[in-house]
């Protein structure tokens, strides 16, 4: 059977609890962390201490979401600070190759993320370099956003491509994804699926971590 991974994005976590509410989603498969500066979106969220808090604390791998600028000096740390996979933004990289390969030599999944703006050609020449892609479906900054359905398109293209040349890359989108939706996504070709306030505005995010991945393969027929 087709394996889909979620990760509930802790940046709609309560921050004042947040052992807690990482005790609640023990069900998932990673936990999302998203990083944050003020600069490169407006928003400013955790940094390189939690993420080593958590490396230490957290038995579900870290998939870490950098959304900071100078990410080609400051991405290797998240590595180095025990994450299972470091996310660095296409527009905040000078070279995403180098990047990518500095963070696989430190022990983590290099992935590479996407803005609604930014066409799938970017990944041409660097795609092969990368673990998994993560194609934006909101404009990142905020939890809490509206899915954008036209960036299946963007999901599409990629599977295809993954599909054509055989990687074995994952697939990731990020924004907005609930249980009306993460089957239109699925069917696309996404296999990782990071959800925010579905889950913690869940009653019970451990059942609703299940109702996500039961509705992702409900486009298997």
């Known amino acids: 059977m087709k394996r889909f991974w979620v990760a509930p994005s802790i940046l709609s976590a309560d921050p004042l609890n947040l052992a807690a509410e990482l005790d609640r989603i023990s069900a998932a498969d990673a936990v999302h962390v998203d990083i944050m500066d003020n600069h ?44 299972e996979s470091v996310t660095v933004h296409f527009e905040a990289c000078q070279d995403p190759v180098k990047v990518a390969r500095e963070i696989r030599r430190l022990g983590a999944r290099p992935a590479i993320a996407l803005k609604p703006a930014t066409p799938v050609s970017v990944l041409d020449q660097i795609l092969t370099e990368f673990d998994m892609v993560l194609v934006m479906t909101v404009e990142p900054g905020f939890g809490g956003q509206s899915f954008m359905p036209e960036m ?66 409900a486009h298997i027929h």
């Open 40 to 83: 490169f979106v407006p928003n400013l969220t955790w940094g390189l201490p939690t993420v080593e808090a958590l490396a230490r604390s957290q038995k579900l791998p870290l998939d870490v979401h950098l959304m900071i600028s100078d990410q080609d000096r400051l991405a290797p740390a998240y590595a180095e600070a025990g994450s």
């Open 152 to 217: 299946l398109a963007k999901v599409r293209q990629i599977r295809s491509r993954l599909a054509r040349e055989n990687l074995d890359i994952r697939l990731q989108v990020d924004g907005g994804v609930k249980a009306d939706n993460i089957a239109l996504a699925a069917e696309a070709g996404a296999d990782f699926f990071v959800a925010g306030s579905a889950v913690f505005g869940s009653d019970s995010p451990g059942l609703e971590i299940s109702r996500l991945r039961e509705a992702a393969r």
